[in-house]
Every structure is written in C-alpha cells, then in structure tokens.
C-alpha cells in the first residue's frame, strides 16, 4: 500500500518503522528538515519538509494516488485538517491521531462528515492494554482474538503449578478448554506439540474464553488475581484514562502527582480516585500511602529513568503487579537485564494498533489476514484469518493437512463459538482462524500448508 504519513515524532517514527518491515511503500512529511530526513534515511523513503495539512505539500506527495495518510503530529487540530485536507484531496483513508479527550469523546459527531477512517489516542490506547494487565495481574501479556471472544495470554509457570513436569497432552485440565501456545524458557522460543514437557521458569501463552483462563490460572495454582487496589504514579493523560477504566470496574484508585494544579484537575474529573499531591520518587510517600499492600502500580510518570527506578524499588518493597511506562526504545537491552515486570510503550501500542488496521484494509483488498500480533519479540506472529469459500483447506481435519513446522492452528471462532481444535476439526468457510507460527510473511490462510 502507499502511505503517507504526516509527523516525524516518536509516533510517526514507531507507525512508520512498523509499516515499513510489512513492506508498504511510505512517504513521510514534516515541518522540521532535521526529524523527516532522520527517518526517511532511517527507513529509506521518500521524506518532504512542509506542512502536511496544506494542499501543495500533500500534492508533492502524490496524495491524490494514497491509499492511506496517517496524520501523527503532536497537535490534534492539525492532524484533523490534514486529514480533512488528504481526504478531499483523493486519499482513500485517512487516520488521525488526537489525543485531547474533549476532542476523543466528540469525534463521532463529525468522523463521517470529515471522511475520517479510524482516530487513534495514543494515551487511551496504553491505558486500555495497562487495565486489561491489571485484570489478570500475573499476566505478562494479554492479546484478544475474534473481537475479544478469545484471549491470548502471557504467564509465568510457578514452582508450586500441577502443570510443571508434566507433559502438555496430559495435563487435563487443558483438554478442549486451554491451549498452549508458545513456551519461552531461556533465549529459546517453542510453539510446542502434546509432548512438550512444561518446566519451572516457563513463561507459556495459553489461549482460552476469558471466563475460562482464569477459573484454568485458579486451578494450576497460577498467582493471577485482579488488581482491586491499584496506586497510579503520575498524573498524566494515561493516568486520567486508566483511572477512569479501574474505577468503572470497581478498583480502588489513588493516583499520586507533583504538580498541585494538577492534581487539582484531576479531582474535579475522578472524584471516586483519592489524589494525592506529593513526589513519586519519595519512598516513605510510596509506604504511607500503602505500597506495600497494593495489587497494582503503574509508574506512568514524565521521565523513564524515574518509572525504570521506582518500579525497581517497589517489586523489592511488594508483590503488588508493576507496570513501567518507557518511552525510549534505547533503553530496551537494558531492561532486558533488569527485574522490570511489564513494559509499556505507548507510542509502539499504537503502531501497532494502527498496522492491525491496516491489515484489515488489505483483507478487503487481497490479503486475507485479519489481526496480527508480534509475540515473544517478534520471533512469532499470531494470526488471525476469515476463511474464504475458495480456501482450499476448507474441509480438511487438522489431522490430514500438511501443516508447517513450527505452526498450529490454536482457535476457530465459528458464528460467535470458539473451539480450541483437535486433529479431527475442520476448518469451514467464514470461521476466523487463528494461527501461530515461526514463519514470517503468511498473507492467506492456505499458507499454513507446506508445500513441498
């Protein structure tokens, strides 16, 4: 597809990095010479300095031919006229990115009107992934499949499991209910079979109903409870977000912030949230207001090395689920070494959520893959199909194909059921799919099929 995209910003840099290693061709604009040539030297595209929300720069880019302009800068009134600018100007779809939750709560009004596909708020996006952390606060990791009918879900195997030393295929408690997806154990990575042996240490992804993972995570003796008593450290726009979703479940919320006329703000907005107007950084603060007993932390404040140091003090100090908001990519080789629970990065979240649009764009357009999602650093992709009447496994039992190594079919979402298959399932036309592999690269559903 041809994309362009308008910011050369942390968001356009992540959207852009992302969409280029699925091998769309982009273009980039930017007001600032220095960032838009950056990253297209980065990514080898084609860059143009100017204002992407005025007609002659976006004609420079050849707007009229786009499939697509993704307006990321940081000012949400321009990525809404750039938008407006692109659409009326031949671009098939456009994306804007706002982040003003005036602007976010109102765009529906005048979505239709301005010709706009799809918004996305960074901030809302991350608060959205950090609640639904909080829900199963073991989890390392949850994705949804089959517009949230199944859940794909990132734990830690415990010393004390029933599952630890026993073979996949005869831990019955997984029989027709929990799949086990991938096994990380060490550096390696294993999309295992029925005699893979689970161990200690393990970090497995099971996928299953949300209802049925955890009464499965009870049962195996995993530690994965909901967070009712959650402390926010900062007060910003994710904090507001992420307040606003844990009160509505039901969660105590207490969010601490530096800034008293913030702290101010957010009163008046969250008024079952107790505010507290004090330094994140201050650990006798953190052990008065309760760290200790906490369910759940979210350092989401400003700067990185105070969410990376804070949440390092507080998985010593508490058992409670810690989640670190980090914005730096550089500082992933780090992290990598250091006892930091969950990561969260709000602007790759959004790359992300934007290429999975993307990707059902293309389904309409050829490709038949409706969701993706990069697991265990990219070393596996799980993907979600909608079988075509042509499909040529239609029919087939799982048994009988010729699947892929390091593949397997882990869910069938068939008119609103979901079945974890066995050999003797098959796969009819309009289920949706979901595949997990090593094998970068499937664009359709036969590809699951070795060919040789």
Do not use: W
């Not at 992407?52 to 707007?63: C, D, I, N, R």
């Amino acid at each position: 597809m041809k994309i362009i995209i308008v910011g050369c910003g942390k968001v356009g840099t992540s959207i852009a990095n992302e969409l280029n290693a699925e091998g769309h061709q982009i273009r980039l604009i930017d007001i600032n010479r220095a960032a838009v040539t950056r990253l297209s030297e980065s990514i080898d595209a084609m860059g143009i300095e100017g204002n992407g929300a005025t007609y002659e720069t976006l004609s420079e880019a050849e707007v009229s031919s786009a499939d697509l302009v993704i307006a990321a800068t940081a000012r949400d009134e321009v990525n809404l006229y750039a938008c407006l600018m692109a659409k009326n100007s031949g671009a098939k779809n456009t994306i804007a990115r706002v982040r003003n939750p005036e602007y976010t709560n109102d765009l529906f009004r005048v979505k239709d009107a301005m010709g706009l596909s799809m918004s996305i708020n960074p901030e809302l996006t991350a608060a959205m992934e950090i609640s639904r952390l909080l829900r199963y606060s073991g989890a390392l990791e949850i994705d949804s499949f089959s517009k949230g009918a199944a859940e794909l879900i990132k734990v830690i195997v415990p010393k004390n499991s029933i599952v630890v030393g026993k073979e996949i295929s005869k831990i019955d408690i997984l029989k027709g209910k929990v799949r086990v997806c991938t096994v990380e154990r060490g550096s390696e990575v294993f999309i295992p079979n029925g005699d893979f042996v689970i161990e200690e240490g393990d970090r497995v992804s099971v996928v299953a109903k949300p209802e049925v993972a955890a009464k499965f995570f009870k049962k195996a003796n995993f530690t994965i409870g909901r967070s009712r008593n959650v402390i926010i450290l900062g007060g910003g726009r994710i904090s507001f977000y992420l307040a606003q979703k844990l009160l509505k479940t039901g969660a105590d919320v207490k969010i601490i912030e530096r800034n008293p006329q913030r702290c101010e703000e957010l009163a008046d907005a969250l008024h079952d949230a107790v505010i507290i107007n004090g330094d994140c950084m201050d650990q006798d603060l953190l052990l008065s207001e309760g760290i200790e007993s906490a369910d759940g932390v979210a350092a989401l404040m400003d700067y990185d090395e105070e969410n990376i140091l804070i949440s390092l003090y507080i998985r010593g100090v508490s058992n409670a689920k810690v989640i670190t908001k980090i914005n730096n990519d550089s500082f992933d080789n780090i992290i990598d070494k250091l006892d930091i629970e969950t990561v969260i990065n709000p602007k790759n979240i959004t790359g992300e959520y934007i290429a999975r649009y993307i990707r059902a764009m293309q389904n309409s357009m050829g490709s038949n893959v409706e969701s993706l999602y990069r697991l265990n650093e990219g070393r596996v992709e799980a993907l979600e199909f909608r079988a075509k009447s042509s499909t040529r496994v239609a029919g087939i039992p799982l048994s009988q194909m010729n699947l892929k190594d390091d593949l397997q079919v882990i869910c069938i979402s068939r008119k609103g059921k979901v079945i974890l298959p066995t050999g003797s399932d098959c796969i009819l036309p309009d289920d949706r799919v979901v595949v997990i592999t090593k094998h970068k690269g499937l664009s359709d559903l036969d590809d699951i099929m070795d060919r040789r």
